[in-house]
């Protein structure tokens, strides 16, 4: 199975979680990028699938390393993206997912190169993501405001994106993630490609 690392962007109440895990059946092996964390666990939290929970003194050990894609320091814990289980992923032929925003997508790009492919997944209107926020009836009316002022910023850079998935009906979302999913295995980067034409060339 060919590794390959695909991001995914979108506002909070777009349904990337529903849309993912919809899809896991169909996409293969997958490696979920997950964050590392010097904060101690939470209660029902789950080292590898929430978090990795490391020391302060490893987590730096990792920033000199060159270790991390992004960091950053929130209450006094470190928080990161460690590239040490994304490169392992994609030497076991896994597909890598990351479920960031605009920034991360960006940051991605640069240091992965034209091996990411990357989509943008939003509901169909911004009426349709407050009635989500809504019905989920899980954050405050002020957080509500700050998610749906967050998407009207978020949408202005959807044209960065390789692919959009509108998630009108879950059924159509998933398939379409499923197609862009299995793409993103098959993407070549230029180094690839040149090696590729030379062996090509060569009959080898």
């Not at 202005?156 to 509108?166: L, P, Q």
């Amino acid at each position: 199975m060919h590794s390959g690392v695909l991001v995914l962007s979108g506002p909070s109440g777009a349904g990337k979680s529903t849309i993912i895990n919809a899809a896991a059946d169909a996409i293969g092996e997958f490696y979920f990028s997950v964050s590392t964390t010097t904060r101690e666990p939470r209660e029902g939290e789950i080292e590898g699938v929430d978090y990795y929970f490391v020391t302060k003194e490893e987590f730096e050990e990792g920033i000199a390393r060159g270790d991390f894609l992004e960091y950053a320091t929130v209450h006094g814990n470190y928080y990161g993206t460690s590239l040490l289980p994304v490169k392992k992923a994609l030497s076991e032929g896994k597909l890598v997912i990351f479920d960031i925003d605009v920034q991360g997508h960006r940051l991605v790009r640069e240091v992965m190169g034209d091996i990411v492919v990357s989509a943008f997944i939003t509901p169909p209107t911004l009426n349709e993501l407050e009635k989500r926020l809504q019905l989920r009836c899980s954050d405050l009316p002020e957080v509500i405001q700050k998610r749906i002022q967050n998407a009207k910023e978020e949408i202005k850079a959807i044209h960065e994106y390789d692919f959009v998935i509108i998630n009108d009906t879950i059924e159509d979302a998933k398939n379409a993630f499923i197609a862009i999913a299995n793409a993103a295995r098959y993407k070549m980067d230029k180094r690839e490609t040149e090696k590729f034409i030379k062996m090509w060339l060569e009959g080898k």
